[in-house]
């Protein structure tokens, strides 16, 4: 139990273009959702959490007008990176927190995202 | 704010040998929980082992065991038998009652045969 997906595991766009990262949990219901960045070899870095129906809350320094996330369903969030540009490119990784899941978070495979 | 420290960028140990990986945190708070993550060349987050803080015990998952001194701050993780799937980043990591994860900046292990 308690998995979590997220689509697309890999995408390149062009400098300028938006790009929407989905994250789903498959089998509970994800009052909270938190999305992290992690470049190679460093750690994970938050850039913010969202509860269903609320408003994300952004961690000092990430830009929310270029973020967006949007939480609409228990099983669904999304991120989407706005005119992208190649200092976009990273790993993207969500989680998943509630239901029986309790206080633990569970992860998703992660989103490479390439901007050219 | 909580602070957590993996002072060991890199550990290397044999197969079948043990090895532990170090993790200091700074919290002010009395209730909180801690955890270790692997995350292996996937890049997929796996939670290894958790310990709550109002726990005296020592949690343990199998190969994998805790030593976790409260006064101290210390929350080490040691992984006995080591295998060439224990290959990873390790990460620490602090929550406190239900909030976000506070993580370390990691330490690589490479398990050799």
């Known amino acids: 139990g308690a998995v979590v997906s997220q689509h697309p595991s890999w995408v390149i766009c062009k400098s300028g273009t938006s790009v929407k990262i989905e994250c789903r949990s498959l089998d509970f219901q994800a009052t909270t959702m938190f999305w992290y960045r992690q470049f190679p070899k460093q750690s994970l870095m938050l850039m913010a959490t969202s509860n269903e129906g609320s408003k994300a809350t952004y961690e000092q320094g990430v830009e929310k007008d270029k973020f967006l996330i949007n939480h609409a369903s228990l099983t669904l969030s999304t991120l989407t990176v706005t005119s992208a540009h190649p200092e976009d490119s990273s790993f993207y990784i969500c989680s998943a927190r509630g239901g029986l899941a309790g206080y633990e978070q569970y992860f998703g495979p992660g989103t490479r995202l390439t901007v050219t | 704010a909580q602070t957590v420290t993996q002072s060991q960028p890199e550990m290397s140990v044999q197969e079948a040998e043990t090895v532990t990986l170090s993790c200091t945190y700074d919290?002010?708070?009395?209730?909180?929980?801690l955890f270790w993550y692997k995350q292996p060349p996937s890049r997929q987050m796996i939670l290894v082992i958790r310990?709550?803080?109002?726990?005296?015990q020592n949690a343990t998952e199998n190969r994998f065991s805790v030593n976790f001194q409260k006064a101290a701050k210390s929350f080490s993780l040691k992984i006995s038998d080591s295998q060439l799937g224990d290959t990873a980043m390790y990460f620490c990591?602090?929550?406190?009652?239900?909030?976000?994860?506070?993580f370390g900046t990691g330490t690589r292990l490479q398990v050799f045969p």
């Open positions: 990591a602090f929550m406190k009652q239900v909030d976000k994860l506070i």
């Open positions: 919290t002010s708070e009395n209730n909180y929980y």
């Open positions: 310990q709550e803080a109002y726990k005296q």
